[in-house]
């Protein structure tokens, strides 16, 4: 898997995976604290969100005119770490209930910025490492594996945001409970109609509370938790340091792709390494390009609903704690030991490997086995978690199978049967697609979150775990059929001038997606929950048939 690429794919590897380590601690309690903090409906958070969000994915367009024309990769990617840095500095500083709604608002508009300038271009940056004709075979397996980086970082980040969240609600001798913000939102504003259900909720966490004091306890807890947010928040500046360090401190082995198209042209030693595509040629590709790009905007439309309804879902459906054996998927120290003792495993019975392998394979199963059981037997009966935990389950699955992804788009290359960039592209939207069906029957006959009020549903209408963990398992299939793979087809299809600027058209694409997350918030207190998942389900499905029927002129320009 790792064998045969070039030493500066690993320096993009761990660079990307401190930032994005930090950027989905962020993301995976944004919702909440805008929701929390701020009083803001689903509509509302969404579509701060959205805007957000859509502006990192769009700002890669600017980022990578920047580098095409003037900067370079290696200098606008060090532009973008330094501005991200001060985005998360600003989002860090704690404020208190109702107050700082504008400095929030500036800090997400500099960590955009500083994402546009950094994302597309590493991106660009890597396909650069594999346009030599020894590595180019490799371009689509390099690309699976940067992408693991991504997810290793997210992996962590709803775990990282959850224990910082609590260790700052426990100094201020509270607990989270997802009931609580709304309540006592309500109860600040003069919405709730009834207060006993609230007033005991509160004297769970304080047993002094009254009436009389109600109000006192709600803007202390949501304090509290506001505080915890911002925290949270500030984990980012400590993995962006990292990520400075590995990019700055190994420049040596990305140095000789460090270089753009303009400047090329403009040294005598290698104008020769420049290629030069006739205007029909150029357009093929452009063509080939954006309509991949249109099609692709209805998988991130739906991939992209984990921060905000899937979360909402998790919050207000999902039962809020689970039993010994299921906390091993929330426990990500307890999934991790099953996971490597499955590799070691793997290792252990493997023909092909040597006898040191097999011995440190045994080993590896023999030791985290152990631990995976220790874990599980330290576990109480009952063992509550917050909504966030979720985000860490796609991350995970994109960890634990990208090897067999790989694995089996190498074994149908071997036979020849290894399907296209773009097919691969269409199977993932199809796979999307059947993902949110999941949710579609697991919704039906829930209360909608209009009949709720936008609050928790009661017990009888909370639902398995396993609902939400099989959709976030069909869409980590259908991400790395199609995410690092359309990152490949665009490093290879791009004209060589406008190499940035298609790695931003890619990241538009998103931002076009992630804008018509929105649609999903502002349905959600609508309509009747099933059906909310059951439109992405059929954007997923038209947007399949798009692709399989222009597959032809897509492959015919991957060749050009």
Known sequence: MFKGHPKGLFVAFFANMGERFGFYTMVSIFVLFMQAKYGLTAAQSSLVYTLFASSVYALPILGGLLADKVLGYGRTISLGMIIMFLGYALLSIPTRMETGFILVIAALAVIAIGTGFFKGNLQALVGNLYDDPKYDALRDRAFNIFYMGINIGAMFAPTASEKVSNWILSSSHFTYDARIPALANDFIRGRLAAAGQYLGL?????????????????????????KSYHFGFGVALLSLILSMLIFWG?????????????????SEALKSQMVILTPQQTKERLVALFLVFLIVIFFWMAFQQSPVTQTFFARDYTVPNVGKLTNLWFDLTGLLSIFLAAVGLVFLIKKSSAAVGRAVGGAAFIVFAALAYMRFRGYPEVNPFQPQRFQHFNPFFIVALTPVVIGL?????????????????????????????????????????????????????QVSVYWLISTYFLTTIAELFLSPIGISFVSRVSPPKYKGLMQGCWFAATAIGINLVFVAGWLWMRVPLWSVWLILVAACLLSAGFMFSIMKKLERASKV
């Open 250 to 266: 190994f420049r040596k082995y990305y140095k000789h792709a460090d270089i753009s198209e303009k400047q090329k042209s403009k």
């Open 202 to 226: 509160a004297q769970a966490q304080d047993a002094s509370v009254s009436l009389e004091t109600l109000k006192s306890f709600s803007e202390r807890y949501i304090n509290a938790l506001s």
């Open 409 to 461: 788009f190498s074994y149908f290359n071997k036979r020849g049967k290894e399907p296209s960039a773009p097919r691969k592209i269409g199977i993932g939207m199809l796979i999307t697609a059947a993902a949110f069906a999941i949710l579609v029957i697991g919704s039906l006959g829930l209360p909608s979150p209009k009949q709720l009020g936008g609050l928790v549903a009661p017990p009888e209408s």
